[in-house]
């Protein structure tokens, strides 16, 4: 009879080790939910031309477009890791944005969308400013001719 009541408790444990492995999984990668940001960028901004309207594009770059033209002042905070400031005499990130040039280039629209995530966070503007120079720096090379 002993040997019984441990052939039914089996399946209760199994059963229970896979419900807390499957609670711990959810709770480790469930995705963060908005949280409004703490200190939301307000200011002058550097760049004053209108950022281009999302409908002429799709996919990434449309939302980029769109991202830009919601939070400016997170966007123009930001430098521009494919350094046209140095090639094209762009004020800042949102210069990309003003003009066709964010819709050609990977390395604006990356910058944008992970400035949006952290924003969406709750991430200060210098939190964004340090994690995006963190994970877009690499250094200068001037185009060869």
């Known amino acids: 009879m002993h040997k019984n009541k441990k052939l039914k408790l089996r399946p209760l444990v199994f059963i229970s080790g896979i419900v807390l492995f499957l609670a711990i999984v959810y709770s480790t990668t469930k995705p963060n939910k908005y949280i409004e940001p703490i200190a939301p960028a307000t200011g002058q901004l550097i760049e004053t031309r209108p950022v281009m309207s999302s409908a002429f594009y799709t996919g990434k770059v449309a939302e980029a477009y769109r991202i830009a033209a919601e939070i400016p002042k997170v966007i123009d905070s930001q430098f ?20 066709k040039h964010g819709s050609k280039c990977d390395t604006c629209i990356n910058e944008v969308l992970y400035a949006y995530e952290l924003y969406k966070q709750g991430k200060t503007l210098d939190e964004i400013v340090v994690s995006i120079d963190k994970k877009f720096y690499r250094p200068y090379k001037p185009k060869q001719l």
């Open 80 to 99: 521009c890791y494919c350094y046209c400031k140095k090639n094209h005499q762009h004020k800042s990130l949102l210069t990309c944005f003003t003009n």
